[in-house]
């Protein structure tokens, strides 16, 4: 455990952030299973607006440094191949 104050202000910030990520995370993983959903579905329209969604989520958490730009671009680009094919 931490003994200096300014490490104890650091571990409260370090799981503040951990929080905040985590809820980013799991955010992104919804709207996307609600994406696949739609296109089981056979609705594109939906799908694509999540698709929108998903994008907008995506480059949030790339700008705050939750994700890493790779993976938001692979993520969208897998979405919008796997919508395009579906129609």
């Given at each position: 455990?931490?003994?200096?104050?300014?490490?104890?202000?650091?571990?409260?910030?370090?799981?503040?952030?951990?929080e905040?990520?985590k809820m980013?995370?799991?955010?992104?993983?919804?709207?996307?299973?609600?994406?696949?959903?739609?296109?089981e579905?056979?609705n594109?329209?939906?799908?694509?607006?999540?698709?929108?969604?998903?994008?907008?989520?995506?480059?949030?958490?790339?700008?705050?440094?939750?994700?890493?730009?790779?993976?938001?671009?692979?993520?969208?680009?897998?979405?919008?191949?796997?919508?395009?094919?579906?129609?």
């Amino acid at each position: 455990m931490a003994n200096i104050k300014s490490a104890k202000k650091r571990i409260g910030i370090t799981q503040r952030k951990t929080e905040v990520n985590k809820m980013r995370k799991t955010e992104i993983k919804t709207y996307i299973k609600k994406f696949n959903e739609a296109i089981e579905n056979n609705n594109f329209e939906e799908a694509s607006k999540l698709l929108k969604v998903v994008d907008k989520k995506l480059k949030k958490a790339t700008h705050k440094n939750t994700i890493h730009k790779n993976t938001a671009s692979r993520k969208i680009s897998q979405l919008t191949k796997k919508l395009n094919k579906a129609m």
